[in-house]
C-alpha cells in the first residue's frame, strides 16, 4: 500500500490549492478515502472523507471551503482548498481511515502566510 501527495505549496490567506493524492497496492474503488493534517506540534487531525459511492464528510473547520473528490479509473483523490486560512497551514495526508493502520505517505506541506 503507498500514498503519494502532492501539489502543497505556500499561499496568502484567501487563496486556492488543489492537493492530489496518488494511491496504490489495494483495490482502490473499494474504499473509503481520507484526507487529514497536521500542524507544527499538534496531533494528525480529519479534514474529509469520500466515501465509495461519493458520499462527502467533513471537518467542521473547513466545510463550506475544502471539497474532496476522487477518480476510480486512476487511483487518485483530490482536495481542493478555497478561502485559505493561516489555521490550514500543516501537512496534508491521505490515507484510509486511520484506525485501520495502513502506512501513511510522506504527505505534502500547505503553508498559508501572508
Known amino acids: 500500500v503507498q500514498f503519494v501527495e502532492s501539489g502543497g505549496d505556500l499561499v496568502q490567506p484567501g487563496g486556492s490549492l488543489r492537493l492530489s493524492c496518488a494511491a496504490s497496492g489495494f483495490t482502490f474503488k473499494q474504499w473509503s478515502i481520507d484526507w487529514y493534517r497536521q500542524a507544527p506540534g499538534k496531533e494528525r487531525e480529519f479534514v474529509a472523507r469520500?466515501?465509495?459511492?461519493?458520499?462527502?464528510t467533513y471537518a467542521a473547520s473547513v466545510k463550506g471551503r475544502f471539497f474532496i473528490s476522487r477518480d476510480n479509473d486512476l487511483s487518485t483523490t483530490s482536495l481542493q482548498m478555497n478561502n485559505l486560512k493561516p489555521d490550514d497551514t500543516a501537512v496534508y495526508y491521505c490515507?484510509?481511515?486511520?484506525?485501520?493502520?495502513?502506512?501513511w505517505g510522506q504527505g505534502t506541506q500547505v503553508t498559508v502566510s501572508s
Open positions: 490515507n484510509v481511515d486511520h484506525t485501520l493502520g495502513w502506512p
Open positions: 469520500i466515501e465509495t459511492l461519493g458520499k462527502r
